[in-house]
């Protein structure tokens, strides 16, 4: 596959060529077509258990994803106030991390909901969304996700 | 062709490489300025272990890091015993004083440039203290990350007063044997 002088025909030049452009479209696509979603439950000291939440509001949530937070755990049954500054009376507090990034529009890529122990600041529950661009989802959906997996898999 | 075969082995080894990185982390920096106030002299013990032994498997740049929480939780015990005995502390193996810091749970956060890992830490004292620590640490590698968020937790622990006041020997053991209001 050389010339009499050594160099690279141009069949391997292509083939070479061919090879990284596949390899850079996978790599691109694999990127944009990732999901994971994890949790982590303490079963010795349920989420479920606890009656009155407090979900900490961040300085920057342009996104509402606190209130959405608040009005799942509602939903749910919950006692849940929202605000920057817990109460005294809260048991657990809600905590969150939405990172979003753009791509055509915004969205969001990641979503991160802990679940403490007001007292102790122990963490009882995190569950975590990690979706980019190809398998984006909307707010409200994702934290649905996130939280559903937690109280399912208390429910187990 | 050789050229074609080269990059391809290039490629290779890289993500062989990526998928064997080791499980255990560097060691844990504590600044040595942290200053703690207490008895030194007083025995202590000081116990690393693990809510769930389970390694997790987490994801970086098409390769999968083994992340070991019973070797977390081992480096961090090492490092805040270190930081003690640094201080003046005697650390035995069964002192009746204890701390007991248990590794409770990581979440890495996979960045498309960085990784963001945030580690959870429950610290006990044998006095009835309860109280929960998290650190984070962001970097290029999922790895390095981890490593800055352990150090981080080690910080936080040794800088709570409460565990400063365990430490001084100031405070009795709970009544009840709950959890102690820091």
């Known amino acids: ?156 | 062709m050789s050229v074609s075969r080269f990059v391809l082995g290039a490629l290779a080894a890289s993500w062989l490489a990526g998928c064997t990185l080791t499980m255990t982390p560097r060691p844990v920096v504590i600044p040595p300025q942290l200053s703690l106030h207490g008895d030194p002299g007083r025995p202590l013990t000081v116990v690393g272990t693990v809510l769930d032994p389970k390694v997790l498997e987490i994801p970086q740049g098409g390769t999968t890091w083994l992340f070991d929480p019973a070797r977390y939780a081992e480096a961090l015990a090492a490092a805040v015993a270190q930081a003690l005995i640094d201080r003046g502390y005697r650390v035995t193996a069964d002192a009746p004083d204890e701390l007991e810091l248990i590794f409770v749970y990581a979440t890495v956060v996979p960045g498309v440039w960085r990784a963001v890992c945030f580690i959870d830490v429950t610290a006990a004292t044998s006095d009835g203290y309860v109280h929960g620590f998290q650190g984070q640490g962001e970097d290029v590698r999922a790895r390095t990350a981890c490593d800055q968020a352990l150090a981080q937790v080690a910080v936080k622990v040794l800088g709570d007063p409460a565990v400063h006041a365990f430490l001084a020997n100031e405070r009795q053991p709970a009544d009840d044997g709950g959890e102690v209001a820091p």
């Open chain 1, 1 to 156: 596959m050389t010339t009499g002088d050594g160099q690279p025909t141009r069949d391997s030049a292509h083939t070479l060529k061919t090879v990284f452009v596949m390899l850079l479209a996978a790599a691109t696509l694999s990127s944009c077509g990732f999901s994971q979603q994890t949790h982590f439950v303490r079963t010795d000291r349920p989420v479920g258990d606890r009656e009155s939440f407090f979900v900490v509001i961040h300085p920057g949530d342009s996104w509402h994803i606190g209130r959405m937070i608040g009005d799942r755990l509602r939903r749910d049954g919950f006692e849940v106030a929202e605000g920057e500054t817990p109460p005294a009376e809260a048991q657990v507090l809600v905590t969150y991390e939405d990172r979003w990034v753009w791509d055509i529009t915004m969205y969001m890529l990641s979503l991160k909901v802990e679940f403490r122990d007001a007292a102790t600041n122990q963490l009882l529950a995190s569950s975590q969304s990690f979706r980019t661009s190809l398998r984006r989802r909307t707010p409200p959906t994702i934290v649905d996700e996130v939280l559903g997996s937690v109280f399912l898999e208390e429910a187990r």
